[in-house]
């Protein structure tokens, strides 16, 4: 995937699929009377890292709930890669290859890291049990078993927690915990990650090596959609923010016209975030 990909000019309904793998178009969401999401309307550029920022209640893990199909929309829909995804189930957008971590890391910790790695990767022939004992598959299951361990190793170095490998997940630190579930969403090979405060209850040291790999990644043409309290940390990192408020989108732009803009002033930077 090439990340030095430019915006496109003009008429933005004119843009190629292939240069904004994900648009959100007119999302709505309600819960009994409360609107969370009125009528969203955004895209992502192909490997960038893009913010999406708003105060608290205004909707950015709705957002992400509709956009990987968590929550069901009552209208509005999600592309990904040209195609409608609105409806589907979430393992049938992460297998299109749109991924998303969650604010409190979902690993099972009564396995260890390695074996949480294992299971990530979707697809894989040993899943059912008849295809291990048939003998014309089960070389097949052994042999991608071993490519597998190998994608694993390889990516428990890359976020350096190969040392913690057999370690059950439980007993793990909550930026420990926060780096496995990074490292298998990536094992799903995604084209778009969309990460929901990946940083929320990070010390400093393992938040600057979450940051340090997100980048290393967004170069290798990842896409990044980014949830995140920490204004710093989406000013100084991101290419593109995209602000909500009460559901909808405020504006967006880069982080400098973020920061100029006295409406987000008003509705996010002047509160309490």
């Known amino acids: ?23 959100v178009d007119n999302l709505r969401k309600s819960f009994g009377g409360i609107t969370a999401v009125d009528g969203a309307t955004f895209r992502v550029e192909r490997g960038t890292l893009t913010g999406l920022i708003g105060p608290n209640g205004a909707g950015k893990s709705t957002t992400f709930n509709l956009i990987t199909g968590v ?17 589907l189930e979430p393992h049938q957008v992460a297998g299109r290859g749109m991924v ?40 097949r299951v052994v042999d991608q078993e071993a490519e597998l361990l190998e994608r694993v190793w390889e990516t428990l170095e890359f976020f350096e927690i190969d040392h913690i490998a057999e370690e059950y997940a439980e007993n793990l630190s909550g930026g420990q915990r926060k780096l496995l579930e990074l490292a298998r969403a990536l094992l799903t090979d995604p084209d778009v990650l969309l990460l929901d405060e990946p940083f929320a209850g990070v010390n400093p040291s393992l ?22 309290h920490d204004m710093d940390l989406i000013m100084e990192n991101c290419e593109h923010v995209i602000v909500l408020h009460q559901g909808r989108v405020l504006t967006e732009g880069t982080p400098a016209e973020i920061k100029a803009n006295e409406e987000v002033v008003e509705a996010y930077l002047g509160g309490n975030v």
């Open 207 to 228: 938040e600057r090596r979450l940051v340090e790999h997100i980048h290393t990644l967004r170069e290798r043409g990842y896409t990044f959609l980014l949830v995140e």
């Open 71 to 87: 929550h069901q929309p009552d209208s509005g829909s999600v592309t990904f890669n040209g195609e409608d995804v609105t409806g």
């Open 1 to 23: 995937m090439d990340a030095n990909v430019t915006l496109a000019t003009g008429d933005p309904n004119l843009a190629a699929d292939h240069e904004y793998p994900l648009q």
């Open 100 to 139: 998303r971590t969650f604010q409190i890391a979902r690993e099972l910790g009564e396995m260890t890291v390695l074996e949480n790695m294992m299971l990530a990767p979707q697809n894989q022939i040993g899943e059912q049990l008849w295809r291990s004992v048939t003998p014309g598959l089960r070389g």
